[in-house]
């Protein structure tokens, strides 16, 4: 059974970092592009980043750009999204996902394998 498992979420005051892995057991994520999406309570899912199956590609959300870094180390089977500069309206669950092909995408329909989520609290 294929698994993707987040992880590294917590409560963080503003201003603070996080670093959120996404791993994966029995398939290999080298072989497809990982997006990272979030929920916040009574909002749609919301693409947040994503990265193509050779890392030569990302996208960034408008609300995160130049504060998130996604980033894939296929050696180790996992793919990472570090948040700077945190604030409240951060808060959500995370979750990552994978899509067949090349490229990655913001829309979360074409993603085939999802996580559990995890949660991040931004809050003083």
């Known amino acids: 059974q294929v698994q993707l498992v987040e992880s590294g979420g917590g409560l963080v005051q503003p201003g603070g970092s996080l670093r959120l892995s996404c791993a994966a057991s029995?398939?290999?994520?080298?072989?497809?592009?990982i997006g990272w999406f979030r929920q916040a309570p009574g909002k749609e899912r919301e693409g947040v980043s994503c990265?193509?199956?050779?890392?030569?590609?990302?996208y960034y959300g408008d609300s995160v750009k130049g504060r998130f870094t996604i980033s894939r180390e296929n050696g180790k089977n996992t793919v990472y999204l570090q948040m700077n500069s945190l604030k409240p309206e951060d808060t959500a669950v995370y979750y990552c996902?994978?899509?067949?092909?090349?490229?990655?995408?913001?829309?979360?329909?074409?993603?085939?394998?999802w996580g559990q989520g995890t949660q991040v609290t931004v809050s003083s």
């Open positions: 996902a994978t899509k067949r092909g090349l490229l990655c995408s913001s829309i979360a329909k074409l993603y085939d394998y």
């Open positions: 990265i193509s199956r050779s890392g030569a590609s990302t």
């Open positions: 029995r398939f290999i994520l080298d072989d497809y592009a």
